[in-house]
């Protein structure tokens, strides 16, 4: 199996099943002398550990990670990153009953169509816990983009019908929920409503919604790796999400021109605002920020925005219509344990993949012009 890779300079491979010994992922390109340790990488796991609440899977696993390679005396070698996290509490017995099964909303089907054959227990490289690669790579970029002053984060926007409008937002209250929302009022009203989904044996999605600051001008590129493009690439490669905007995203198609440009305009060397970069002692600033940060696939230097669309976990105890592998009609009705909703433990994947992505190109910015190359090497 092809394209279990990400990124081009510090490029990011996950590895393993949900029902194997472990999951993990391999880092190449870290930079030497980034402090790292495993307590770094363990705060971003623990926010995607099942178990955190009732609205989470009560598959009881620690999601401990070990650093196996590339860090020595708690800095960064420059060598391969192998970090490690053991499966603990694998029910492979939970999955038996639908070896034969192709369960709706999953990966059952195509996987069996490509390769001839599946690992039914858990869905295998398709299950969910294939992120904590993901997120375990996302806590080193995110080390390492703190090291240069760029903030990421991420929280759930939307969970079903409840939504957090922007005026609403308290960012404070995002760690004091269990649904990650930034606005506590609103999280117990999705909570009632997850509740009531509950006792139908059914589930829900919702929208996690992602800022990234400190961002300078220029990351990506013009054409087709476009900073857009990439940032797309790597959220919709979460299983999960089944859209990605950015900015205002679908809303410009309703907009004018007028309406939708950002103007520009300067002030003499300052912080703060909507900051797009400086030039000749003069701060450049947007006036708005409907394009979320990006320009013609570069980055303009104000706040990237980004929205991920989370589809309802399909792994739902309502009895449903299915076929087998001889492609008999049947029905399905999936036992074990599973999330009735998937946003708040895909928060920190999204807000993960997007740090690695600008970590990836913020290094492949290093060479876009003469001049920070001569910078690198210490030459006039």
Same mark, same amino acid.
């Given at each position: 199996?092809?394209?279990?890779?990400?990124?081009?300079?510090?490029?990011?491979?996950?590895?393993?099943? $949900?029902?194997?010994?472990? /999951? *993990?992922? !391999?880092?190449? @390109?870290?930079? %030497?002398?980034?402090? &790292?340790? =495993?307590?770094? +990488?363990?705060?971003?796991?623990?926010?995607?550990?099942?178990?955190?609440?009732?609205?989470?899977?009560?598959?009881?696993?620690?999601?401990?990670?070990?650093?196996?390679?590339?860090?020595?005396?708690?800095?960064?070698?420059?060598?391969?990153?192998?970090?490690?996290?053991?499966?603990?509490?694998?029910?492979?017995?939970?999955?038996?009953?639908?070896?034969?099964?192709?369960?709706?909303?999953?990966?059952?089907?195509?996987?069996?169509?490509?390769?001839?054959?599946?690992?039914?227990?858990?869905?295998?490289?398709? $299950?969910?816990?294939?992120? /904590? *690669?993901? !997120?375990?790579? @996302?806590?080193? %970029?995110?080390?390492? &983009?703190? =090291?240069?002053? +760029?903030?990421?984060?991420?929280?759930?926007?939307?969970?079903?019908?409840?939504?957090?409008?922007?005026?609403?937002?308290?960012?404070?209250?995002?760690?004091?929920?269990?649904?990650?929302?930034?606005?506590?009022?609103?999280?117990?009203?999705?909570?009632?409503?997850?509740?009531?989904?509950?006792?139908?044996?059914?589930?829900?999605?919702?929208?996690?919604?992602?800022?990234?600051?400190?961002?300078?001008?220029?990351?990506?590129?013009?054409?087709?790796?476009?900073?857009?493009?990439?940032?797309?690439?790597?959220?919709?490669?979460?299983?999960?999400?089944?859209? !990605?905007?950015? @900015?205002?995203?679908?809303?410009?198609?309703?907009?004018?021109?007028?309406?939708?440009?950002?103007?520009?305009?300067?002030?003499?060397?300052?912080?703060?605002?909507?900051?797009?970069?400086?030039?000749?002692?003069?701060?450049?600033?947007?006036?708005?920020?409907?394009?979320?940060?990006?320009?013609?696939?570069?980055?303009?230097?104000?706040?990237?925005?980004?929205?991920?669309?989370?589809?309802?976990?399909?792994?739902?105890?309502?009895?449903?219509?299915?076929?087998?592998?001889?492609?008999?009609?049947?029905?399905?009705?999936?036992?074990?344990?599973?999330?009735?909703?998937?946003?708040?433990?895909?928060?920190?994947?999204?807000?993960?993949?997007?740090?690695?992505?600008?970590?990836?190109?913020?290094?492949?910015?290093?060479?876009?012009?003469?001049?920070?190359?001569?910078?690198?090497?210490?030459?006039?």
């Amino acid at each position: 199996m092809s394209g279990s890779s990400f990124g081009t300079l510090f490029r990011i491979t996950t590895w393993g099943e $949900s029902h194997g010994p472990g /999951i *993990g992922v !391999v880092i190449d @390109g870290c930079p %030497a002398g980034l402090p &790292l340790s =495993e307590q770094d +990488i363990q705060a971003f796991l623990d926010r995607r550990r099942p178990g955190q609440s009732k609205y989470t899977t009560k598959r009881n696993e620690s999601d401990s990670v070990e650093i196996l390679s590339g860090v020595f005396e708690g800095r960064t070698t420059g060598t391969p990153i192998s970090l490690l996290v053991r499966n603990q509490d694998q029910r492979s017995r939970d999955y038996g009953t639908i070896a034969s099964l192709f369960r709706p909303g999953h990966a059952d089907y195509t996987f069996d169509r490509k390769y001839g054959f599946r690992d039914y227990r858990g869905g295998g490289r398709s $299950s969910g816990r294939e992120t /904590i *690669g993901r !997120v375990a790579a @996302g806590a080193v %970029a995110s080390r390492l &983009l703190k =090291e240069l002053g +760029i903030t990421i984060l991420a929280y759930a926007k939307a969970i079903g019908p409840f939504t957090v409008e922007e005026a609403d937002y308290h960012y404070a209250e995002i760690k004091e929920n269990s649904l990650y929302m930034p606005n506590n009022t609103v999280a117990e009203q999705a909570g009632n409503y997850i509740s009531s989904l509950m006792e139908a044996k059914d589930s829900c999605g919702g929208i996690i919604e992602c800022i990234a600051d400190g961002l300078p001008a220029g990351l990506g590129d013009p054409v087709f790796d476009k900073l857009d493009a990439l940032l797309a690439q790597a959220v919709m490669s979460i299983g999960a999400v089944k859209g !990605v905007e950015i @900015g205002d995203g679908f809303r410009v198609s309703a907009s004018a021109g007028s309406e939708n440009n950002d103007s520009f305009f300067s002030e003499p060397n300052c912080t703060g605002g909507t900051a797009a970069g400086t030039d000749e002692g003069r701060t450049i600033f947007k006036k708005t920020n409907h394009a979320g940060g990006i320009l013609g696939g570069m980055s303009d230097g104000s706040r990237l925005i980004l929205r991920a669309a989370v589809k309802p976990t399909p792994s739902i105890a309502k009895t449903q219509q299915t076929v087998d592998i001889h492609a008999e009609n049947t029905e399905i009705t999936i036992h074990g344990r599973h999330d009735p909703v998937i946003v708040p433990r895909a928060v920190v994947v999204v807000e993960s993949m997007i740090a690695v992505t600008l970590a990836d190109l913020l290094l492949k910015n290093m060479t876009s012009r003469l001049d920070l190359v001569k910078k690198v090497y210490d030459r006039p």
